[in-house]
């Protein structure tokens, strides 16, 4: 037996799969495109090489000819994006104010919109663009906030990383409260 041909055949076979990549285009019903390493039905299937010659047959590839495949940048691409206030594990007491405030650089877009979710629920009282604004009357417990920011032209959304904060109630044994 003649191990060299088992080694050929594996050689061919690597040589033919080597940098090689599958991708799958399509677009959806709202027009947003997207691409995928899972076959979707309805996609194009776009083979894409890095190498510049297969070594086949005399065969190249230059850079111009292999599909490039490229994300749009997003619309959502801030260099800051961050709930700034209240600080991450913060405490307040009472009945203090609190106040909510979100690090946005650049500045919110005309087509985008801010959302702000307290413990996972939407809060509908603030309006679209707000940044900043204020809580109150907050009973003991402990709080989640976070923000939202949505393009209304590319349905694309970004929320900021979640900041707990907790409403304590001052204890009975503190020196202010105890009567004499």
């Known amino acids: 037996m003649h191990l060299w041909r088992p080694c ?3 050689c061919l076979f690597a040589a ?3 940098d090689g990549a599958v991708v799958y285009k399509w677009t959806d019903a709202d027009g947003v495109v997207h691409f995928s390493d899972q076959p979707v039905p ?3 299937k776009i083979v894409t090489s890095s190498s510049t010659s297969n070594g086949i047959g005399g065969a190249t590839t230059r850079p111009g000819n292999a599909a490039q495949i490229v994300a749009p940048p997003s619309a959502l691409a801030y260099s800051e994006f961050a709930v700034e206030s209240p ?3 913060q405490v307040f007491f009472n009945d203090e104010i609190i106040p ?17 979710h307290l413990n996972g629920k939407q809060l509908d009282d603030q ?3 707000t940044v900043s604004f204020t809580l109150q009357s907050l009973t003991r417990g402990t709080y989640v906030i976070a923000a939202t ?3 209304t032209v590319t349905g694309e959304s970004k929320t900021s990383d979640s900041v707990t904060f907790y409403m304590r109630q001052p204890s009975e044994l503190d020196n202010q409260h105890r009567t004499r």
Request: hydrophobic share 45%.
């Open 149 to 151: 920011i949505t393009d």
């Open 100 to 116: 909510i405030r979100l690090a946005l650089s650049p500045g919110l877009k005309p087509n985008q919109t801010i959302t702000w």
């Open 42 to 44: 309805g996609a194009e």
């Open 8 to 10: 050929l055949a594996f």
């Open 16 to 18: 033919f799969a080597a």
């Open 87 to 89: 600080a991450k594990e």
């Open 127 to 129: 309006p679209p663009t």
